[in-house]
C-alpha cells in the first residue's frame, strides 16, 4: 500500500438492512421506518458509514479517526460506490500510520458523502499504541459486525 492508491466497494443498500440496522441501533425515526412516496426508506447515514470500514477491514486497519460530512439522502435501492484514496502511509517499526480521504457516489454519480479517516495497520495484540480508538470508529466497527452477523443468519436460514 502507498500514497494514491484507490480501493473502491459498493452495495445496495435494501428496505431489510435499514429496518435490521434500526433494530441493531435504536434509531427508529420516521424517515427511516414510514416509506416516502416512492415506497423508499432513508438509509441510515452511520449505516452508509460502514462502507469505509469494510475497505479497512479488508487491510486490517484500526480506526484512529472518521470525520463524515453527509451531502445527500441515501434510499433503499440505491447503489453506492465508495472510493478511498490512500494519502498518507508512513511505515513504523510494527505497523503503519494510514490516512485517507473518502467519498461515495450513488448510480447516479452524484456525491452521497466524503470523509478524512486515519488509522494503524499492523497492530499486533499486546501492543499499546498509545491513544485510543474515537468513539464514532468504534461504533461504526460494533455496528458493521452486527450488521455482519445479521447477513451471516439470513443466509444460514
Known amino acids: 500500500m502507498q500514497a494514491g492508491d484507490v480501493l473502491t466497494w459498493e452495495r445496495t443498500f435494501t428496505e431489510q438492512d435499514v429496518r435490521e440496522f434500526c433494530r441493531i441501533s435504536g434509531d427508529n425515526g420516521a424517515h427511516h421506518v414510514t416509506p416516502d412516496e ?49 494519502t498518507r502511509y508512513e511505515r513504523q517499526e510494527s505497523r503503519a500510520e494510514i490516512a485517507a480521504t ?10 452521497y458523502w466524503k470523509a478524512r479517516l486515519t488509522g494503524l495497520s499492523g497492530v499486533r495484540k499486546g501492543d499499546s499504541p498509545g491513544w485510543r480508538v474515537s468513539l464514532i470508529g468504534h461504533v461504526i466497527r460494533t455496528i458493521w459486525a452486527n450488521v455482519l452477523c445479521w447477513f451471516a443468519r439470513t443466509v444460514a436460514a
Open 38 to 86: 416512492h415506497g423508499r426508506l432513508v438509509v441510515h447515514g452511520l449505516l452508509t458509514a460502514t462502507l469505509p470500514t469494510k475497505i479497512g477491514g479488508d487491510l486490517h486497519v484500526l480506526a484512529r479517526n472518521m470525520t463524515f460530512t453527509f451531502l445527500r439522502p441515501v434510499f433503499t435501492g440505491d447503489t453506492i460506490r465508495c472510493e478511498v484514496t490512500i
Open 102 to 111: 473518502a467519498e461515495c457516489y450513488n448510480q447516479e454519480g452524484k456525491k
